[in-house]
């Protein structure tokens, strides 16, 4: 009774197996044969790399935004802010208008 000891394969040699395997017109069971493996080692290799594409997209980014929130008291200062630079605006449009109006005028 022979025990064959495991081949233990980097994921980059891993990877090498799965896009020969992918190529077209490979002939699976030689790529298989050649790397000393079995069928099943390539299933485990497939689900891997399934496993891996889609934990990488779902840390993508792309998507909504988390909503973050704010204590009120800060979100009410922010419009208080808001509201005197709006007013500060309006008056300088004003001041702004009148001085054109006399500069057109001369």
Same mark, same amino acid.
């Given at each position: 009774?022979?025990?064959?000891?495991?081949? !233990? @394969?980097?994921?980059?040699?891993?990877?090498?197996?799965? *896009?020969?395997?992918?190529?077209?017109?490979? =002939?699976?069971?030689?790529? $298989?044969?050649?790397?000393? $493996?079995?069928?099943?080692? @390539? *299933? !485990?290799? !497939?689900?891997? =790399?399934?496993?891996?594409?889609?934990?990488?997209?779902? &840390?993508?980014? =792309?998507?909504?935004?988390?909503?973050?929130? =704010?204590?009120?008291?800060?979100?009410?200062?922010?419009?208080?802010? @808001?509201?005197?630079?709006?007013?500060? $605006?309006?008056?300088?449009?004003? @001041?702004?208008?009148?001085?054109?109006? &006399?500069?057109? $005028?001369?």
């Amino acid at each position: 009774m022979s025990t064959k000891k495991r081949k !233990r @394969l980097s994921a980059t040699k891993k990877w090498e197996i799965y *896009q020969e395997c992918q190529k077209p017109g490979a =002939v699976i069971g030689e790529v $298989l044969r050649k790397h000393g $493996l079995y069928s099943t080692d @390539l *299933q !485990r290799i !497939r689900k891997a =790399v399934e496993d891996g594409a889609i934990e990488a997209l779902g &840390k993508s980014g =792309v998507g909504r935004k988390k909503v973050t929130s =704010v204590p009120k008291e800060e979100l009410d200062d922010v419009r208080a802010d @808001l509201a005197e630079k709006e007013k500060a $605006l309006a008056e300088m449009s004003v @001041l702004f208008t009148s001085l054109k109006k &006399k500069v057109n $005028l001369e």
